[in-house]
């Protein structure tokens, strides 16, 4: 609810659809979406006059994954563009603004994010290299660089990045048109890779703007893997898909071969 009432109040200035994808939550979300003061409609009705954005509701009897849930709302939605936006994140005043005059402005943009923000004000680390095995054999065989896992792009300036969390990302719906929509080979984890790597393949952009932030709260399945061998045991399946069989298992090699190499020293 939190998220939704910040969309409300972010001042947008042009009309603001929401599309709320229930992915089968058991803990009264859709409930409590309903008896709020700006209630959504099962079938997608108008906004009413005092409100510049209408609400929609899909609702999924089971977890359908994030790439699936998220290609329903794209598909759904009728604007120029369309911002993923996690349940767990509020978004600041001129925030949306913002990042849509961005889009505008930049040609050859294939998406744009903001800073993500911890509660007590921190900021997380939000971009990714895109993973191949020679960065793999780099970073754990040759220790040089840091090719994988997230990390905190400059804060003084708009930087390209390679990939973006898509806990906040705004995508021109003609890109969408252009390289497709999320891949629902993948349930949860590497969507975002994906997508970034067919934007790179393509020669659209994706950029980080600090300027703009978006105040996120991690959800316990990103907490819990701090520990590096632990993650990419989790990660497999979601490797499979992007690498291939052949790539995944080398790379999983390599970065198993040097983390024991980096313990014995």
């Known amino acids: 609810m939190e998220c939704l009432e910040s969309v409300e109040k972010s001042g947008f200035k042009g009309n603001l659809e929401v599309i709320v994808v229930d992915n089968g939550s058991s803990d009264g979300s859709v409930a409590a979406i309903k008896k709020s003061k700006a209630p ?29 849930a998220s290609n329903q709302g794209i598909k759904e939605a009728g604007g120029e563009f369309v911002l993923l936006l996690n349940s767990d994140t509020r978004v600041s005043k001129g925030v949306l603004d913002g990042l849509v005059d961005f889009a505008r402005k930049n ?15 921190s900021l997380q680390p939000s971009a990714f290299w895109l993973p191949t095995l020679k960065r793999a054999v780099d970073e754990f065989w040759m220790r040089k660089g840091k090719w994988f896992g997230k990390y905190l792009p400059d804060q003084d300036r708009v930087s390209k990045v390679e990939a973006l969390v898509m806990a906040a990302f705004l995508v021109p719906r003609r890109v969408f048109e252009r390289v497709g929509v999320l891949d629902e080979r993948y349930f949860m984890y590497f969507e975002d890779l994906d997508f ?14 600090p300027e703009f932030r978006v105040h996120h709260e991690e959800g316990a399945s990103g907490k819990d893997l701090a520990e590096r061998e632990r993650q990419w045991m989790r990660l497999i399946p979601s490797s499979r898909v992007y690498h291939g069989d052949f790539a995944h298992w080398l790379i999983y090699l390599v970065m198993l071969i040097g983390q024991k190499w980096g313990k014995s020293k």
């Open 40 to 68: 959504p409609s099962q079938c997608f009705g108008e906004a009413s006059k005092s409100q510049k954005s209408k609400v929609k509701v899909i609702r999924n009897r089971e977890n359908v994954g994030f790439a699936r």
């Open 107 to 121: 040609e050859g943009l294939g998406a744009v994010g903001p800073a993500l923000v911890n509660k007590d004000g």
């Open 196 to 209: 970034c790597r067919r934007l790179k393949r393509t020669r659209l952009a994706v950029y980080y703007v």
